[in-house]
């Protein structure tokens, strides 16, 4: 099947063999994966997958460091670079449903009772002041205990024991809904965590939208075919068969736990928080699995969270200004959007569509299209030269936005701005930018000049 980690990993070897490492000598899972991958990143510009073959403490190999290149993230969607929005946005309007199947390698080993060991999995612990070794790989599948409603996307794990870890449900967020809706019955919330997938799923887990969206079809949308499913041995919760490591699981009511410090994606390490406590009632894996950690706040994170965040940006933007022409989200909580402005009023209105498709967005800036968002130091030339910020500032007050932004007010809420950087009243009409005269321009070779 061309759906599993290892097919990807096949790939990736025959596109470019120096993007894959394997690296045999022994590795303390304390620090060490995530010290590497950023040396080998900061020292040698040099950002492979990484196999670790021997993790002290357990008999799993390691993989890390899997989602680091766009080029590689384009591969697993079979688009390239320049064609990923697109590629995920049809992926979003066109889903593929899932097939259940009746067993796949995910169950060739099953293990329950006293032979669930959480300690047995590498205990990776990635930054200086992390609680513990968390899980960060993991994707959540689980359903609306009153509905036919499936959900997917990523949640972290702190483990707590041989059957227990935290997990972190951002307020507001899917499986936090689902979550609440089971607490309010007095209920837990049966769910599966899936460690170990090809990165399609992977990007599919992070679609942004509607509770009603599933992102599983956009994960078949992404293969190119149905993502294969089976149900798992202690619940109707239904997993991908060609994982390498499934944790089913129950998060429970009315039971919390303290979870971190933990060095989150936003660059800083936040203190102790209370979170819902996930009991393990049952792990199945392949004989030989694969464990997959993602380091966590580098680039293996932020690049795979930012082509779903960004596609739906512009699906949102899109819907009130169809000329958009690009959207880009530079770094935590913030996205730039260049726009063919035909009335004024237009980069207020692509302002307000984007804060409102996405809970993390705070800071959306508009720009006319003849600034590139790719280029933050033109991002910042618009703002300086076309924008009034008393009259160009939108700021809308006692919003919720991510619970690990650490400006964020005691009580969690957030403001949220916008700012339109657009030449007013209209880029036609706005002084002109200096250029050499086009004829000069075009006459001119530096050969010419001994350039
Ligand atoms: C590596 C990684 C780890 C993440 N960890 C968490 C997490 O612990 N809790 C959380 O709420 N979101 C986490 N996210 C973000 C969510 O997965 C993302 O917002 C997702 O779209 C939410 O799904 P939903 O829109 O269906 O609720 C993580 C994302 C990535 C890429
Ligand atoms: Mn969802």
């Not at 507001?172 to 899936?194: C, N, T």
């Not at 994982?243 to 919390?256: D, F, G, K, M, Y």
């Amino acid at each position: 099947m061309a759906q599993d980690l290892r097919s990807f990993l096949d790939l990736v070897k025959r596109r470019k063999p120096e993007d894959f490492r394997i690296v045999s000598k022994e590795v303390d899972p304390a620090y060490e994966l995530t010290a590497l991958v950023v040396k080998l990143e900061r020292e040698a510009g040099r950002r492979p997958v990484l196999l670790f073959e021997r993790v002290k403490g357990s008999r799993f190999p390691v993989l890390t460091n899997l989602h680091a290149g766009r080029a590689r993230l384009a591969a697993a969607m079979g688009t390239t670079p320049e064609g990923t929005h697109a590629r995920y946005l049809a992926a979003m309007e066109r889903p593929i449903p899932p097939r259940i199947v009746p067993t796949g390698p995910v169950k060739e080993v099953v293990l329950t009772g006293e032979k669930i060991d959480l300690y047995a999995l590498p205990q990776i612990v990635h930054h200086d002041g992390d609680a513990g070794p968390y899980f960060t790989a993991a994707i959540s599948f689980a359903r609306d205990p009153t509905a036919e409603t499936w959900n997917c996307a990523y949640n972290r794990l702190m483990v707590k024991g041989r059957d227990t870890t935290s997990i972190h449900l951002t307020t507001g967020k899917h499986l936090f809904e689902f979550h609440r809706i089971a607490e309010a019955r007095g209920e837990p919330l049966p769910v599966a965590l899936v460690i170990g997938v090809h990165p399609a799923i992977g990007l599919g887990a992070l679609a942004i939208g509607s509770i009603d969206e599933d992102e599983r079809g956009i994960m078949g949308a992404l293969l190119g075919e149905p993502l294969e499913l089976v149900r798992c041995e202690t619940s109707d919760v239904l997993v991908p068969a060609h994982a390498e490591l499934v944790l089913e699981c129950e998060i429970l009511p009315r039971a919390r736990t303290p979870e971190g410090p933990f060095g989150e994606f936003t660059g800083y390490s936040l203190g102790e928080r209370q979170r819902e406590i996930v009991r393990v009632k049952a792990i199945t894996h392949r004989r030989d699995a694969i464990f997959h950690d993602i380091t966590v706040a580098h680039l293996d994170h932020m690049l795979l969270s930012t082509i779903p965040i960004e596609a739906n940006l512009h699906r949102a933007v899109r819907a009130m200004v169809p000329s958009v022409r690009a959207v880009r989200v530079p770094g935590p909580f913030t996205c730039f959007v260049s726009i063919e402005q035909r009335v004024p009023g237009q980069a207020k209105n692509a302002i307000l569509a984007a804060l409102g498709a996405d809970l993390y967005m705070k800071r959306v800036v508009v720009v006319d299209e003849d600034v590139d968002v790719f280029d933050d130091r033109q991002v910042n030339w618009a703002i300086a030269t076309r924008c009034q910020p008393d009259r160009d500032i939108t700021i809308v007050t006692n919003t919720r936005g991510s619970d690990l932004d650490p400006s964020a007010r005691e009580d969690g809420s957030t403001a949220k701005w916008g700012v339109d950087a657009t030449a007013k009243p209209s880029l036609a009409a706005y002084t002109p930018r200096h250029r050499v005269p086009p004829a000069v321009w075009q006459r001119l070779d530096l050969k010419d000049f001994g350039l």
